[in-house]
């Protein structure tokens, strides 16, 4: 892993309130909760690259559908859903 390195940035005083609220009842402190928000969004980032990068592998590949298909799905999909709602 990479030497850490300290950086600064602005929130306006409601974040900074609520993030104090989340640390003081999680029992942590906000620098940790920071950090933990900036690896998840790096990591949800990398997820939707990845997924942009199959999308356009797909069409390279000629593995999409028409916008009729894509709508007949749906439909059908939601019909199956109010025949067989879930309890």
């Known amino acids: ?17 609520a ?4 640390a003081y009842n999680s029992n942590r402190d906000r620098s940790s909760l920071l950090t933990e928000a900036v690896v998840n969004y790096l990591d949800l980032q990398d997820f939707h690259a990845g ?7 797909a ?4 593995r999409t559908i028409g916008t009729a298909e894509v709508r007949a799905k749906i439909i059908s999909r939601a019909r199956g859903r109010r025949a067989n709602p879930k309890k």
Do not use: C, P, T, W
Not at 1 to 17: V, Y
Not at 51 to 57: A, F, N, T, W, Y
Not at 59 to 62: E, I, N, P, S, W
């Open 59 to 62: 069409v390279k590949l000629g």
């Open 51 to 57: 997924l942009v990068e199959q999308g356009l592998m």
């Open 19 to 22: 993030l104090d609220a989340i």
């Open 1 to 17: 892993m990479s030497k850490a390195r300290k950086i600064r940035f602005r929130l306006d005083e409601d974040q900074i309130n």
